[in-house]
């Protein structure tokens, strides 16, 4: 499998969520047997997965079998809709540590993002100032 397939920028949305647009991408990647192994280690259980299903309160093994049971991105939609009941508040809260996961206070946290950054190649780009950012330049958006 040396093609990676990747799924769409965290910055899309759907139903007001970030992310959640990739998730699903990954997810039907997942199925098919064509993620690449680069988003195997934190697939559902870590990462930007796990906090977008934390916030959603779902568990990766339902929200898996959701869209296994789907064809369309408009039936996940409908069914987010209908059965995430997050607040507003707190879907709000989500999506801006998400877009700004990287760039906050935490040393720890900003020289993680570097060290991603220099491993990929892109430690020259100072405009990279969160994960997300990170993300769209590494599979090749920005």
Known sequence: MADIIYPRSPKETMDGWAYLPRF???VRLHLAGKLHAD?????AHKGFDA???KAAGLKAEDFIA???GTITDGEVFDWVRTHVKTAPADKAKFNQWLL???NEADPAIRQRLQQRKVESGLGHRDDLQTFVDYIDA?????
């Open 138 to 142: 590494d599979e090749k958006r920005s």
């Open 24 to 26: 699903i991408d990954k």
């Open 51 to 53: 906090e977008w299903l």
């Open 100 to 102: 700004n996961r990287g």
């Open 66 to 68: 959701v869209v296994r």
């Open 39 to 43: 988003y195997q280690p934190n697939f």
